[in-house]
């Protein structure tokens, strides 16, 4: 994996926990030499994770709609900012550009992308893997949620392996990078 797009908060939340998360994966990518695809925010956990892939050397690529530049939100240090026209544009340039994906703590923004790229890969547009990187126990109830989806015969078992999580950043990156997605995948342009 070259590039990871990572979702997440424009808020920080109230745990300490989530603000350390967020830096401690920015500075994770940057020494694997991982490129970091956000929004390009310089708010919440977005500007956290964008901050520490900067500051140990990271290439960072903001992918941001015009109008959240006009509203001052945008990060004035990227090396790499692509302003684009809406959230669609945003939402597919990003995953354009990620060979995976990383929510971390977020609300229904993080959700909202994480869940349509996850789609998209369902549907065999795309076989890059999923991360949840489940600070603090976040995503707990989601994933036993994805858990019963299942069960109940919403989600094909197949398609619920695309969605990896794990406390531990390391061990996510490791998990997702040896992940082999349903072979019947394929991304489409």
């Not at 989530?18 to 956990?45: C, H, K, P, T």
């Not at 549907?123 to 036993?144: A, C, D, I, M, T």
């Not at 990896?164 to 082999?180: F, G, N, Q």
């Amino acid at each position: 994996m070259k590039r990871i797009a990572v979702y997440c908060g424009s808020n920080q939340g109230v745990r300490p926990e989530y603000a350390a998360a967020a830096e401690q994966l920015g500075a994770l990518l940057a020494r694997e030499n991982i490129e970091l695809v956000y929004g390009g925010g310089m708010v919440g956990l977005m500007g956290i994770v964008a901050d520490a892939a900067l500051k140990h050397g990271g290439h960072v690529i903001g992918v941001i709609p015009e109008k959240l530049v006009i509203k001052e939100v945008v990060h004035e240090k990227l090396p790499d900012l692509r302003v684009v026209k809406n959230m669609h544009e945003r939402k597919a340039l990003m995953a354009e550009l990620s060979d995976g994906f990383i929510a971390l703590p977020g609300g229904y923004g993080t959700f909202e992308e994480f869940f349509e790229v996850l789609a998209w890969s369902q549907l065999g547009w795309h076989q890059k893997p999923f991360g949840l990187f489940n600070v603090n126990g976040f995503y707990r109830s989601l994933l036993e949620f994805l858990d019963h989806t299942t069960a109940e015969g919403f989600i094909r078992a197949k398609h619920r392996e695309l969605v990896i999580a794990d406390h531990d950043p390391e061990k996510l990156l490791h998990r997702m990078s040896r992940h082999r997605p349903p072979s019947e995948v394929k991304w489409v342009r």
